[in-house]
């Protein structure tokens, strides 16, 4: 247990549907993250908040929208994926936004069917 | 060239060998470094990090950082079975302000 929660930890959504990611942090850290893992992939980050504001977006699609309402909830709403969407989506938070030793979740194991 | 680059294959190692990993990067402005353990099916789980050349020793882990070479590497002493895993390499630069991270090097214990 690292202090970061995630739920679910599976998910199985079709690629009309739309879902949300959840993440929570109880180790009072001013950043959070996305990131995600595909096989024998390097992980690859998404979204970085820090202090509830977003401050890098590499590139993601639209149909990834994170929301950050307090510092520390992070979610992660889903719409309209596609099957290489699949993947591990991890969510990680830090005292600061410089990623100084980051502590992940357990992650949710996504399929889009 | 790849960010962070580990070395590719799992690595096996008897029970109570040393293990040792291998990580270059590219970005010569990288400042922070540290190594991940990932169980199959779990998130990674920080054990060490190191932010300045030389060696850096917690318990059975032993991190080195050369940042004039751009490698930074991870001993294992005494491996045991629970070490099986994949470790992950991750590098941060201020300048790019972001978390760099390798494919993992996965290490199989052999009783």
């Known amino acids: 247990e690292t202090g970061v929660t995630q739920t679910p930890r599976h998910l199985v959504m079709g690629m009309t549907n739309k879902k949300s990611l959840k993440c929570e942090q109880h180790l009072g850290h001013n950043a959070m993250y996305w990131y995600k893992q595909s096989a024998k992939k390097p992980l690859e980050l998404m979204f970085v908040?820090?202090?509830?504001?977003?401050?890098e977006n590499n590139s993601v699609p639209s149909r990834f929208s994170p929301e950050c309402p307090n510092s520390s909830h992070l979610f992660l709403h889903l719409h309209t994926l596609q099957p290489e969407d699949s993947a591990l989506y991890l969510c990680?938070?830090?005292?600061?936004?410089?990623?100084?030793?980051?502590?992940f979740g357990q992650g949710t194991r996504l399929t889009v069917v | 060239q790849k960010e962070v680059e580990q070395n590719s294959g799992p690595l096996s190692v008897p029970e109570g060998a040393i293990a040792s990993l291998n990580c270059t990067y590219s970005d010569r402005v990288s400042q922070s470094f540290f190594w991940y353990r990932q169980y199959s099916g779990k998130s990674p789980e920080l054990i060490m990090s190191?932010?300045?050349?030389g060696d850096k020793e917690d318990g059975r882990f032993t991190a080195q950082l050369n940042k004039a070479s751009q490698y930074v590497s991870l001993l294992i002493r005494d491996s045991q079975p629970s070490d099986s895993a994949t470790y992950l390499c991750?590098?941060?630069?201020?300048?790019?302000?972001?978390?760099?991270f390798g494919k993992g090097n996965q290490v199989v214990v052999i009783p």
């Open positions: 190191i932010y300045s050349n």
């Open positions: 991750a590098a941060f630069s201020y300048g790019n302000n972001r978390l760099a």
């Open positions: 990680a938070s830090s005292q600061d936004g410089d990623f100084t030793e980051a502590f």
């Open positions: 908040y820090s202090l509830e504001e977003r401050v």
